[in-house]
């Protein structure tokens, strides 16, 4: 796996997180807490990758990052460039931590749900 490949994971993490235009503790815990546990023991990278993750995630909310389509289409754009990296089982991980993070906190918004119904649709192409 290359680093943009989990650059962009932090993007498209960061852009469902960000879809209600508030990034709460808990979604950064969530998506953490799914890196630890299912990230990890999927054994695709070394730990330092998986930090890119949570860099690029953290880099965006500091930025105070509000443009969550070009980030959406960002991550689909290197998903069809690169469509080889993208699995059944790397697109389920996907979409689990994103539903990790949209219902981390007061259950998924309208917002994260149009969001995780185009990711999915993408997912399936």
């Given at each position: 796996m290359s680093t943009l490949f989990f650059k962009n994971l932090g993007k498209l993490f960061y852009a469902i997180a960000a879809a209600d235009k508030n990034i709460d503790d808990m979604e950064i815990l969530?998506?953490?807490?799914?890196?630890?546990?299912?990230?990890?023991?999927?054994?695709?990278?070394?730990?330092?990758?998986?930090?890119l993750i949570t860099a690029t995630f953290n880099n965006l909310k500091n930025e105070d990052n509000q443009n969550i389509d070009k980030l959406f289409s960002d991550f689909?754009?290197?998903?069809?460039?690169?469509?080889?990296?993208?699995?059944?089982?790397?697109?389920?991980?996907?979409?689990h931590t994103c539903n990790a993070i949209a219902s981390s906190f007061s259950s998924r918004n309208k917002s994260e749900l149009i969001l995780l119904a185009k990711l999915e649709i993408e997912l399936k192409k």
């Amino acid at each position: 796996m290359s680093t943009l490949f989990f650059k962009n994971l932090g993007k498209l993490f960061y852009a469902i997180a960000a879809a209600d235009k508030n990034i709460d503790d808990m979604e950064i815990l969530a998506l953490k807490e799914v890196i630890e546990s299912d990230w990890k023991a999927m054994d695709l990278a070394n730990h330092d990758d998986l930090k890119l993750i949570t860099a690029t995630f953290n880099n965006l909310k500091n930025e105070d990052n509000q443009n969550i389509d070009k980030l959406f289409s960002d991550f689909i754009n290197f998903k069809n460039e690169e469509h080889h990296l993208f699995t059944k089982s790397i697109n389920r991980l996907i979409l689990h931590t994103c539903n990790a993070i949209a219902s981390s906190f007061s259950s998924r918004n309208k917002s994260e749900l149009i969001l995780l119904a185009k990711l999915e649709i993408e997912l399936k192409k």
